[in-house]
């Protein structure tokens, strides 16, 4: 499966729940590491006042995190991460939301080509629509995931970006926010993939993916639409496969036409038979095995893998957004 950057960067951060207490040996304190790292901006094209604006203010990041090893034994299947994933609760807010913001995510979906209910989704699943902490100052948290040594330059880079940021879009020190892992606003990009995706929805020269609504919905729908979305599908669906179905065949590699897989047995999950369209590449996956739910999935369900390879992830918001679709929003 090949990975986005910004998946990429996710996965890594999350891997750090469980390595971020592994360091690697340094002789050099955190403020020489630190200090290190100028000469590196410079050469970058950050400018001297922005470095000698923001390096003083670097500090190390010493959040708590869990030593306890994960329970092996403990298995998450979609039939218990769903539920939590997405909440009564989360579905009525997404409801309500995407009929507040209509006008704008009608704009903003048919500029980048996106159904505004996928952009409601991401934005509920990644940050319960703006909720989610993001509390941490970005370059404190890169500087020291760097410092600590399991993915120094990929770090490395993401504080370079990040005082980047700070400069071309003239922020300060304190209004870069985010995650414990440097994620940020109401969407979660990295640095790296708010430099290269973030946009000004509204057109007021900002690009303010913190409290912004259009500049959030505009930047998660570009991202989509740079992964290859298609207005005109949606992500996939369930369905059902017969007693003989051949497991090697699952996989979001391997691809087939509806055709191909109707021939090998597949069908609806209601058991009519599947579309007839010739122009298209789809995968059968199984989340949780042959005992769990499979799902054939487009390009669009791709795209959202791109955004973070986890299928609980896109799975997730595949469901938030068909459950804003139906019932119809009057």
């Known amino acids: 499966m090949v990975l986005g950057k910004h998946a990429l960067l996710l996965f890594c951060c999350l891997y ?3 390595a971020f207490g592994i360091q690697v040996e340094r002789e050099e304190s955190f403020i020489e590491y630190v200090e290190a790292l100028k000469p590196k901006a410079l050469g970058e094209g950050i400018s001297e006042q922005t470095v000698s604006a923001v390096f003083p203010r670097v500090k190390m990041f010493k959040k708590v995190l869990p030593t306890d090893k994960p329970d092996s034994e403990s ?3 979609l039939e218990s991460y769903l539920p939590n994933a997405v909440t009564e609760s989360t579905v009525k807010d997404a409801r309500t939301l995407y009929k507040q913001y209509l006008p704008e995510l009608k704009e903003i ?4 080509g996106v159904q505004p209910r996928f952009i409601v989704a991401l934005w509920g699943v990644e940050s319960n629509f703006g909720q989610n902490s993001n509390d941490y100052s970005v370059l404190s948290v890169t500087a020291s995931l ?7 330059a990929l770090f490395q880079k993401e504080f370079i970006t990040a005082l980047k940021i700070i400069e ?6 304190e209004q870069l926010k ?5 994620a940020m606003g109401q969407i979660s990009f990295m640095p790296s993939a708010y430099y290269t995706y973030a946009q000004d929805g509204d057109g007021d020269g900002k690009k303010d993916i913190w409290k912004n609504p259009k500049d959030v919905f505009a930047s998660a ?8 979305w298609t207005e005109s599908e949606t992500w996939g669906r369930q369905v059902r496969l017969p007693s003989t179905f051949d497991e090697k065949l699952s996989g979001i590699k391997i691809k087939k036409s509806f055709e191909e897989w109707q021939a090998l047995g597949v069908r609806r999950f209601d058991g009519s038979d599947l579309p007839k369209r010739t122009d298209m590449q789809i995968s059968l996956i199984m989340p949780d095995g042959a005992d769990g739910r499979k799902y054939l999935v487009y390009g669009n369900y791709r795209g959202l893998l791109n955004w973070k390879s986890s299928h609980h992830f896109a799975l997730s918001v595949a469901y938030l957004s068909e459950r804003i679709k139906f019932p119809a929003i009057n």
């Open 75 to 77: 298995v998450v299947t």
């Open 146 to 152: 760097a410092y600590e040594g399991r993915f120094e």
């Open 109 to 112: 979906g048919a500029r980048y």
């Open 178 to 182: 985010g995650t414990w892992v440097g």
């Open 221 to 228: 729908a570009f991202y989509l639409q740079q992964s290859g």
């Open 16 to 18: 750090c729940q469980q």
């Open 168 to 173: 071309n879009e003239e922020l300060s020190f």
